[in-house]
Nanobody
């Protein structure tokens, strides 16, 4: 069974940086688009960033555009989320997910999910 495993979360001060990683385990994993979502306590899970394997096209939510960068490394089948200029409102559990080519960047269209990694930004 395929699992997505995130790593790289932690505690950081406002203005700091973190890099999250996501890689699948188990049998061969193939999804056209990989994304990062986050969920803060009491809030809905929200899309953060996505990347299309075929051509590297990226997608970002307005709240992270210019601060976060999603990238991929095909040889390692790994997706990264570089988070800079972190703010306390970025505090959440961050999830890696995968979907097919014709879905949208909303949680319901992603069908593979990781367990999440906690990111906490202190003020």
């Amino acid at each position: 069974q395929v699992q997505l495993v995130e790593s790289g979360g932690g505690l950081v001060q406002t203005g700091g940086s973190l890099r999250l990683s996501c890689a699948p385990t188990g049998r061969t994993f193939s999804r056209d688009v990989m994304g990062w979502f986050r969920q803060a306590p009491g809030k809905e899970r929200e899309f953060v960033a996505g990347i299309r394997w075929s051509d590297g096209r990226t997608y970002y939510s307005d709240s992270v555009k210019g601060r976060f960068t999603i990238s991929s490394e095909a040889a390692k089948n790994t997706v990264y989320l570089q988070m800079n200029s972190l703010k306390p409102e970025d505090t959440a559990v961050y999830y890696c997910a995968g979907r097919g080519l014709y879905g949208r960047n909303q949680a319901g269209d992603y069908d593979y999910w990781g367990q999440g990694t906690q990111v906490t930004v202190s003020s």
